[in-house]
Structures are given as C-alpha cells and as structure tokens.
C-alpha cells in the first residue's frame, strides 16, 4: 500500500516532536525540580478537547504580551488554567521578529484610534535624543498597550474558537472514517 505525501501539518507536527521539550527531559532538568510534581502533571501534557484550546489562547496572550521568555511565561500560566502546555508554548512563536513589528505598529495604530489622539509615531530628532525618546515614549504608550492589550484579547479569543472548532471537526472526520470503514 502507497503511503500518502507529507503534508505541512505533517512536517510541522514532525518539527514539534523533534523541537519541543518531553516531559521525560523536564523531569531531568535540576531548575525544575522543585516544581516538578506541579509541572509535570500529566493532564497538563495530554491532548484533549479542552485543554489545546486553553493551551492555544495562553500561548498568544504570552507570545503578543510578554516580549522575552514566552514560553516560560506560558507554560507557567498553562499551570493554573489546567492548559495544554506544549501547545501553549508553541503558540508564542506567532511573535517572531518578523511578525512583531507589524503587531506593534498594529496596535499603536489601534491604540491611537480608540484614544483619538495624533501623538507621533518617530521619535524627535537626535539633538533631543533623551528627552524626545521620554516625550515619544510617554505619547506612545497609552496607545501602545491600549492597542496591544485588544489585540491580545482577540487573538486569544479567535485562537481559542478556531481550536476548539478544529478539534470538533477533527474529531467528526476521525469518526466519519471509522464509520466507512465498518
């Protein structure tokens, strides 16, 4: 029997057994020794239907919030919310340096809209170097985190969705096919 061609989910699924870490290679980890029983529970590590939706929404709440150690930052808060952690942790990785300017001028822009305010988006020139970057930070950020704050907020709403709505019909097709086959 022919086997079929590697599709991208394949190869992305292939990708994440390679590079994600197991479980068994966190319980070596010396750092993680004293939280360990709490880290590696095993709920905390399975598929289910409820906890990769969780596990995708906490991933993009740290990937757009936090811009280092996200996925520190999201296995951590995985705990709590009984999430997918992998999955979790995967997802971070929609913020890489090239999605990450356009999320920021993305939500300054929406930021600025909601705030209706002009504030402008280059800093002053360089002969006010110190006090032009204060200005242009004290200007820009409001909108910033406003922006970055609604964008989160969706995201991981959307992501939230379309994970649940893909493993329902991940599943419906799992069972059409068993039903074919009998």
Known sequence: MASRPMTAWDRFAAWSRRNLPTRESMEKSRLLRPVAHRVLAPELWRFTRRSVPRGVALGMVAGILFPVGQIAIAALIALPFRANVPVAALTT??????????????????????????????????????????????????????????????????????????????IARKWRHRHQHD
């Not at 920021?104 to 110190?130: C, D, H, K, S």
């Not at 970057?133 to 409001?142: D, E, I, Y």
């Open 93 to 170: 990785f929609i913020t890489n340096p090239l999605t990450t300017p356009f999320i920021l001028f993305a939500a300054y822009q929406i930021g600025a809209w909601l705030l209706r305010t002009n504030a402008p988006a280059v800093a002053q020139p360089v002969t006010e170097a110190a006090t032009g970057w204060l200005q242009w930070l004290w200007n820009a950020g409001p909108p910033l985190v406003l922006g970055l704050l609604l964008i989160t907020t969706v995201c991981a709403l959307l992501g939230y969705a379309l994970a649940a709505l893909g493993w329902r019909s991940w």
